[in-house]
Nanobody, 116 residues
Framework: QVRLVESGGGLVQAGGSLRLSCAAS????????MGWYRQAPGKQRESVAT???????NYADSVKGRFTISRDNAKNTVYLQMNSLKPEDTAVYYC??????????WGQGTQVTVSS
């Protein structure tokens, strides 16, 4: 299993920016896909952005053009740069790691709150 530790959440005004980080306990060379998901109160967890080992990225339509996912293989860390934040981006953000030799692993989550 992979241990994931998220950081970077907080309270920000609408239009502001935050950068989330997710540090993995093992090398990215054993991880096929890293992703960011979010869950707002009363709603299902949804995919926000994913990045593969080949640096192919995918974004939810609601965040395209505002969020950017990236990875630093040397630090075993994936980032989510969030710009032009909206109140509807308020949620707990979770990091996910998917590989071939371990079950899908989730981080503990980090709260992002965007005030209007």
């Amino acid at each position: 299993q992979v241990r994931l530790v998220e950081s970077g959440g907080g309270l920000v005004q609408a239009g502001g920016s935050l950068r989330l980080s997710c540090a993995a306990s093992r090398s990215f060379f054993s991880i096929n896909v890293m992703g960011w998901y979010r869950q707002a109160p009363g709603k299902q967890r949804e995919s926000v952005a994913t990045i593969t080992s080949g640096d192919r990225t995918n974004y939810a339509d609601s965040v395209k053009g505002r969020f950017t996912i990236s990875r630093d293989n040397a630090k075993n860390t994936v980032y989510l740069q969030m710009n032009s934040l909206k109140p509807e981006d308020t949620a707990v953000y979770y990091c996910l790691a998917v590989g071939e030799d371990f079950p899908p692993s989730w981080g503990q989550g980090t709260q992002v709150t965007v005030s209007s």
